[in-house]
């Protein structure tokens, strides 16, 4: 099984190649990215639980909006 943080770096890693003009880069890893994700079970990677993914606002505590203060 390929860990979700390999799959988000080659996501990210084919984003800059496309953002440097780098096709032949951004095509092998593609490709690269098709064949982790083959791996994975399922080839699904949408449950980022315990990725280390940063909390959003509303899991942080004290982000009640009712008690927001202006």
Same mark, same amino acid.
């Given at each position: 099984?390929? =860990? ?5 770096? $080659? ?5 800059? +190649?496309?953002? +440097? &003009? ?6 092998? #890893?593609?490709?690269? #990215?098709?064949?982790? $994700?083959?791996?994975?079970? &399922?080839? =699904?990677?949408?449950? $980022? =639980? &315990?990725? &280390? +993914? +940063?909390?959003?606002?509303?899991? #942080?505590?004290? =982000?009640?909006?009712?008690? #927001?203060?202006?």
């Amino acid at each position: 099984m390929v =860990s979700p943080d390999i799959i988000a770096q $080659l996501r990210q890693d084919i984003t800059t +190649a496309e953002d +440097a &003009g780098d096709q032949a880069a951004a095509q092998r #890893l593609r490709a690269d #990215l098709n064949a982790a $994700l083959e791996e994975t079970e &399922g080839g =699904s990677t949408t449950d $980022l =639980s &315990g990725t &280390g +993914a +940063a909390p959003q606002p509303a899991d #942080l505590p004290g =982000s009640d909006p009712e008690n #927001l203060q202006n």
